[in-house]
């Protein structure tokens, strides 16, 4: 057996004739490592994407893989595949924690003489075992970083037996990292690409580019590094270094022997300096003109060849003590958000168009720095980041645990070091994260102050060694906070403490107690969908000036002190506003270094049972199906160059309160002014002022009229084009008494989709406009609820927003019958035809 790191068989080591295997959207480029095979050969890569079938559960060994029918019911599934992509938030029963079997027969076709044949795996979770028929080639621990596995003394034997069989476990492990008290949902299965990969006998397992700019940023050194796949070279093999300029122009070529590649002292064993030369006037990469060279570097070995294409930018990062955060030598404010590979119906298996969609989104909010929670995520987000202008914190995945056994301890140094070295070229990252929260209550083995600071201690000291020119980072570890270069406390002003009005001198409180000060982890849940006339009465009771740091197991929505998160309304009304006085006060701070709210997207998570969509946390600015909450507009008021306009509201049909009572109408724009329109009637012209809160200013009283009401905001940049929306509402005056009774109606029908909509009224059939109640919903007859998605219209046990709730139905055929229950309320039916 033989298992090796992700440069020595580099999935995206495709040759060019391989590109119609892996579509690549044409306004992108990738660093393509290019394997120049014999004449009339095959491709030298191979997605396997389909063709795989799936059993969950355990099987006697690997015979038992393939002599099963009796005694197992396989599924046909395509790849990638997370066994958790249902039952991920399912409100009755935790996600399966368990083994999930992959099988596939599989056909090799190695081009090259003498050439080795490889198994690449961009990520499986948790612990992964590979057979080839009934012999085990390979066992790698851990969720998140590529791997590979050399299968080619297995199929080169005379008969070989090509049924492949993989072995996926996310089972609980106190070996293993993450933790399993972590508040996210330890996926299993193989949910990153998996890949057969040929290789000519010599061939570069990696190449790092390193970058040297100098003070004046007018000129940079670069050094390239490279290691072999461990075979030794012949002396005479050829080493051919290119670099491209981001305009496509060829600008240094360079070749020397393998002989004479100089033994360098880098951080990789086995790394020689390929080449050396200076770099006039390069262009820098930055969030607004993200620039990206290419290296490509070219072995021939007895007429055969092989390449290696890395991107790598220059630039700059300063971090001085006290603030602020300087990139090429200029402030730059870090707007962020954080990201977990998640996805409705997807869970951890997302498709590339989803990733893409979801990174331009975040992007396209105007953020420049995300936090890639909390592990190594697929290359292709890195590759993102790095196209898009995102800087990249990337963390390792000791997250809530104590310092665990010998084992442990190896594994999280092996994890840190095979990340840093698989994302060492990107120039997004710019903080190699720790860990995340470890003094957690209930940590395994135990909070041991002493032994986390050791261990921490020595991880920081590694990063070091491995990458000089990145800052480490920790959030939350308040007795080890001054080992980490970059630290974050625990601040979460007007949710798990205190009012958001406190967050400023949380800010500054906490700025003097550290070197490097960053806000990571910032904001509010929000059920979407629900909203509020009076968002702040949940805060009554919550103590102004409170420490507002998440404290003890302050997230669950029971005991403890008054704190919005327990007693407030989870509208998204309240989490804009919250989220509204956070970023006018961190665009107000010149020492502020940045800040990352959390998270961008909601998801599932096996510790929130209660909430209203059970085990998701809903912090999310989308939900978890990639929808926009209004507080998504909120940030892009703020943070977008992109002129935009939002009416808040669009997801609040029904609004109350008296015929002549003044409401507030709500427009988050990034322009100087805007005007409203009530029924076609201007209510006037706002200017935009961050100071004036909330909305920036831009918000208008008027009385609604009974029933049906339409608003259009019209906003008008300083130059270009204006900007507009507009939504239409009812307004309700009756009032309404204690909830009664369910009504259950359809009001859709989409491509064989039927979606239906439970609202709860008093006893005289008024809508209860401020009902929160759980309910449930469920199907008799041959259909099935669409469910399970962690979105407020995908689940079948859901809080209602504004006195409703939706769920959709599939593949109905003849009659079936739709239920939605309460707790103390009848339960309604409705009858629906396919």
């Known amino acids: 057996m033989h298992v090796i790191s992700r440069r020595q068989f580099l999935m995206s080591t495709l040759p060019t004739a391989a590109a119609a295997v892996l579509p690549v959207a044409p306004a992108w480029s990738r660093a393509l490592a290019e394997l120049q095979t014999p004449e009339g050969s095959t491709a030298a890569a191979e997605r396997i994407t389909d063709g795989w079938e799936y059993l969950e559960g355990s099987l006697d060994g690997p015979w038992q893989v393939w002599n099963s029918s009796e005694i197992a019911t396989w599924s046909k599934v395509s790849l990638p595949h997370c066994f958790n992509h249902y039952d991920g938030c399912d409100p009755d029963t935790p996600a399966y924690r368990g083994i999930g079997w992959y099988r596939r027969h599989i056909a090799v076709t190695n081009p090259y003489p003498k050439g080795r044949t490889i198994l690449h795996f961009a990520g499986a979770g948790q612990t992964t075992d590979v057979f080839l028929g009934e012999s085990h080639l390979g066992h790698h621990v851990g969720g998140y970083g590529e791997f590979a596995v050399d299968i080619t003394s297995q199929v080169q034997k005379p008969g070989a037996d090509l049924r492949l069989a993989i072995r996926c476990d996310n089972g609980r492990d106190l070996d293993r990292m993450p933790s399993d008290v972590s508040d996210f949902t330890l996926y299993g299965g193989l949910y990153r690409h998996v890949s057969v990969v040929y290789l000519p006998e010599f061939s570069l397992e990696a190449v790092h580019v390193h970058i040297e700019l100098n003070t004046t940023r007018d000129a940079a050194e670069v050094t390239v590094t490279g290691r072999p796949n461990g075979s030794m070279f012949p002396s005479d093999s050829l080493l051919k270094v290119e670099l491209v300029a981001p305009n496509g122009q060829l600008i240094h070529e360079g070749s020397i022997t393998w002989?004479?590649?100089?033994?360098?002292?880098?951080?990789?064993?086995?790394?020689?300096?390929?080449?050396?030369?200076?770099?006039?006037?390069?262009?820098?990469?930055?969030?607004?003109?993200?620039?990206?060279?290419?290296?490509?570097?070219?072995?021939?070995v007895e007429g055969t060849k092989h390449s290696l294409t890395e991107r790598f930018g220059v630039r700059s990062v300063e971090f001085p003590e006290g603030g602020p955060f300087l990139l090429n030598g200029k402030r730059l404010l870090l707007r962020g958000t954080h990201r977990h590979e998640d996805h409705a119906g997807y869970a951890a298996a997302l498709p590339d168009e989803i990733v893409r969609r979801e990174m331009r989104m975040i992007r396209e909010m105007g953020a420049n720095f995300i936090r890639l929670a909390h592990y190594q995520q697929s290359r292709l987000v890195l590759e993102l980041c790095d196209e898009l202008g995102l800087l990249v914190w990337e963390e390792l995945p000791w997250c809530r645990a104590g310092v665990g056994s010998d084992r442990w301890q190896t594994l999280g140094r092996e994890k840190?070091?095979?990340?840093?070295?698989?994302?060492?070229?990107?120039?997004?990252?710019?903080?190699?994260?720790?860990?995340?929260e470890d003094d957690w209550p209930g940590e395994y083995p135990s909070v041991d102050e002493a032994a986390i600071r050791g261990y921490m201690t020595e991880l920081n000291t590694l990063a070091h060694q491995l990458d000089q020119s990145r800052y480490t980072s920790y959030r939350r570890c308040d007795f080890a906070r001054d080992i980490p270069d970059v630290y974050s406390p625990s601040i979460w002003a007007g949710w798990y403490g205190g009012l958001y009005t406190d967050y400023q001198h949380s800010l500054e409180t906490q700025r003097k107690r550290v070197g490097r000060f960053i806000h990571i982890e910032w904001g509010a849940d929000s059920h979407a969908r629900?909203?509020?006339?009076?968002?702040?009465?949940?805060?009554?009771?919550?103590?102004?000036?409170?420490?507002?740091?998440?404290?003890?197991?302050?997230?669950?929505?029971?005991?403890?002190?008054?704190?919005?998160?327990?007693?407030?309304?989870?509208?998204?009304?309240?989490?804009?506003?919250?989220?509204d006085w956070h970023l006018k006060t961190q665009e107000s701070l010149p020492w502020l270094?940045?800040?990352?709210?959390?998270?961008?997207?909601?998801?599932?998570?096996?510790?929130?049972?209660?909430?209203?969509?059970?085990?998701?946390?809903?912090?999310?600015?989308?939900?978890?199906?990639?929808?926009?909450?209004?507080?998504?507009?909120v940030f892009q008021s703020y943070w977008s160059a992109t002129p935009m306009v939002r009416l808040y509201g669009h997801t609040w049909p029904v609004r109350w309160g008296a015929s002549d009572e003044k409401k507030t109408i709500r427009v988050y724009s990034n322009c100087p002014q805007a005007e409203v329109f009530l029924n076609g009637t201007s209510l006037g012209v706002k200017h935009r002022n961050p100071d004036d809160f909330p909305c920036a200013g831009l918000?208008?009283?008027?009385?609604?009229?009974?029933?049906?009401?339409?608003?259009?905001?019209?906003?008008?940049?300083?130059?270009?084009r204006e900007v507009a929306d507009e939504l239409s509402f009812e307004y309700q005056t009756e009032s309404w008494g204690k909830p009664a009774k369910f009504e259950l109606r359809e009001i859709a029908r989409d491509q064989g989709q039927i979606t239906c909509q439970a609202t709860l009224h008093d006893a005289n059939g008024v809508l209860c406009l401020d009902a929160a109640h759980p309910v449930r919903f469920t199907l008799a007859g041959e259909g099935a609820l669409i469910d399970n998605l962690g979105t407020s219209t995908g689940s079948r046990a859901v809080q209602l927003y504004n006195g409703r709730a939706e769920i959709s139905i599939a593949s109905v055929r003849g009659e079936v019958s739709l239920a939605v229950s309460s707790p103390s309320l009848p339960t309604t039916l409705c009858k629906l035809s396919g």
């Open 593 to 633: 270094a940045g800040t990352a709210q959390w998270i961008f997207k909601d998801f599932t998570t096996p510790l929130r049972v209660e909430n209203p969509v059970p085990r998701v946390n809903q912090k999310g600015l989308v939900e978890r199906d990639m929808t926009p909450k209004e507080a998504y507009y």
């Open 530 to 579: 629900r909203h509020s006339e009076d968002p702040n009465r949940g805060i009554f009771g919550v103590s102004a000036g409170a420490n507002t740091a998440e404290r003890g197991l302050a997230y669950e929505n029971h005991g403890g002190v008054a704190r919005v998160s327990r007693d407030g309304d989870w509208s998204e009304t309240y989490a804009c506003d919250l989220f």
């Open 259 to 300: 002989a004479n590649a100089e033994p360098a002292k880098t951080a990789f064993d086995g790394e020689r300096v390929l080449s050396g030369f200076s770099l006039p006037s390069p262009d820098l990469w930055s969030p607004s003109n993200p620039h990206l060279y290419q290296c490509r570097v070219t072995l021939t």
């Open 699 to 720: 918000r208008w009283l008027a009385s609604f009229r009974k029933g049906r009401n339409e608003l259009r905001v019209v906003a008008r940049p300083h130059e270009g």
């Open 416 to 436: 840190l070091r095979i990340m840093i070295d698989q994302h060492i070229n990107h120039p997004s990252v710019i903080f190699w994260g720790l860990g995340n």
